[in-house]
Nanobody, 122 residues
């Protein structure tokens, strides 16, 4: 069974930090790029960041660049998203997803987690 399980969400004040985790199982984790996406109420899901399976290259959305840091631990089959300097506009359900490449569109991602809620209070 393929699973991606997010954790680490919660309530944090503006300027605070959270670290999200995405634990994978049921597929060859080290062959896949892992991306983070988020969806705020009444908004479309958007890409946040993605890390490749090979050279570890990372892309970030402009909205989070300089504040969020993505990393992966293939031994633990886990990807982390360190979120610093959080803003109310970061409030969303955060999802991790897997695909062979980071340049795939959202609907091209192969596997999705169920999400973890991040709420940033003002």
């Amino acid at each position: 069974e393929v699973q991606l399980v997010e954790s680490g969400g919660g309530l944090v004040q503006t300027g605070g930090s959270l670290r999200l985790s995405c634990a994978a199982s049921g597929f060859t984790f080290d062959d896949y790029a892992i991306g983070w996406f988020r969806q705020a109420p009444r908004k479309e899901r958007e890409g946040v960041s993605c890390i490749s399976s090979s050279d570890g290259s990372i892309v970030y959305a402009d909205s989070v660049k300089g504040r969020f840091t993505l990393s992966r631990d293939n031994a633990k089959k886990t990807v982390y998203l360190q979120m610093n300097s959080l803003k109310p506009e970061d409030t969303a359900v955060y999802y991790c997803a897997a695909s062979l490449r980071c340049d795939y569109p959202i609907d091209g991602m192969d596997y999705w987690g169920k999400g973890t809620l991040v709420t940033v209070s003002s």
